[in-house]
């Protein structure tokens, strides 16, 4: 999958949890950067990423996750694994 | 040492002037005096406790260390849970030890097995939970490569000593915290005088507000019993607002003490008596450690029991709270606490509402939010008395009295003489919800009469109303 509909799906799942499209997707965006997500809602957006593509991540994947980019990445990877 | 003594006024000039002075273009010298002066600060209060920060600082340096240059993940793993389990035997120690000990032999007795009563007086580091959960996160953090081991032993003793906040916090991540003070430090006029108003603003709160609503509140947690609904009640919304000026007070000064030092520290509070629901709230109350508990504890636990949806969720966050509970302290008054915040938060969780950034214009909408603050204060009210209760006996007399008679009478609490610093306070919290600290906007107001005569009515109130100097803050006993 291209990187931009990666992009599009999992911007799709964070405006579904955090409740608004106030943010730009880009590859520097972190979470302080988008109102709403914090360490409540982080977990839902995981989860609702693995829902949207099918895939599962382990906890030190996610723990090293450091913006968009990393997020975006580690998705691609998971799905041409 | 105390920020509002005299010792500490002494102590605090002297280490300015040497640091913006003497050590001004010199980085190791600005660390080791930091580092020097935060043994004298700790020290002033019980030398025993250094050797015990001493070991843990130690411990906790090298395991970093050995975390950090181990190439295999089990090994790292390995030396991770080490250390966890070391930070938490030694907080296990000192705080809890009495506490479970006196416990377990209370239930041997009641199952006929008498158990050597023995009441155990293990004195409390002051500050060892902050610490010791600063130290346990360190270790994550470099596990998991979002901080990098320290390798300069002073730099890292200043992070785990660092006087504006060893004794109560903020709870600080390596990652925020050693960086500024990877750099020389300059004399910024615009942070020293930032830095000034906070403690100013800090110091207003904790001897005017708290220590002029600790006589009333403490009379009626005394004998609840005796009091009727109307008083319990505004007593529990007084609490919390106690409780508030008290720690976000003691926040504010140490902030504003490490900014007077070019170090900025973690915000600690983010307006909490405005919270619009259960969730917001514990976004705004004592942020370092929700944060910390959500970041180290929650979102784990949260992961492992992904698969089971909401209640998994729900389990997650009852957890979570009720380490917050306890962390505050060994006795089941905190458990009941943690317990009661879990529980407020289910009915989130299930709705998936947890997030209440939604906007909105309009009467209506302004109505609600109106509507969901003042609920939303009045709930964590009634929730914190058990945060205040000395025992299970005393919480429950003062819930059964605050559902009990005497609702619509006048409550036997005199405020008379709190009322202008009470709704000055208020004021100035509203004014100033959504900035670094409540006198941000004084600070960059143009007009400089407007922004002395603002300063000089805090001074003025903190003359008239602070008559019992020399209080300690409620936070110190956790």
Known sequence: MEKNDIATRIREVLIAVVGHDRFEMRDDLTAPDVEGWDSLTHMSIITGIESAFNVRFKLREINKLRNMGTLIELVQSKLSA | ??????????FFLTVFVLYWSVFKN????????LMVSSIIFYGWTDTRFLILIGISGTLNYGLAVLIEQNESDRLRSAWLWTGVILNILILGYFKYFGFFYESLACSLEGMGLPLEKRYFKIALPIGISFFTFQMIGYLIDVNNGSSVACRKPIKFFTYVLYFP??????????????PSIERVRTYEQEMISDGMRQFLWGAFAKTVIADGLSPLVDGIHTDPGAAPASTLWLGACLYLIQLYADFSGYSNMAIGTSKMLGIPLSINFRSPLFALNVSDFWRRWHVSLTS????????PLAFMLRQYGRPGASLAIMVTFLA?????????????FGLIQG???LPLVASGKVNVTRPGTGLVYGARQIAAGAFTFILMAASFVWMRADSIAVGSSYWKGMV?????????INLFNMLVPLLFFLLLEWLGRGQDHMLTKVGSLRTTILRWSIYAVILVQIALYSNTQGATFIYFAF
């Open chain 2, 292 to 299: 910390w508990m959500m970041d180290y504890l929650f979102t």
């Open chain 2, 1 to 10: 040492m105390l920020f509002l003594s005299q010792e500490f006024l002494l």
């Open chain 2, 343 to 345: 529980l407020l938060f």
């Open chain 2, 165 to 178: 906040k060893i004794l109560a916090g903020p709870i600080e991540r390596a990652q925020n915290f050693l």
């Open chain 2, 404 to 412: 009990g008679p005497g609702l619509w009478t006048n409550p036997s």
């Open chain 2, 324 to 336: 917050v509970g306890v962390w505050h302290g060994a006795n089941w008054t905190f458990i009941v």
């Open chain 2, 26 to 33: 010199s980085m190791n010298g600005q660390d080791s005096l």
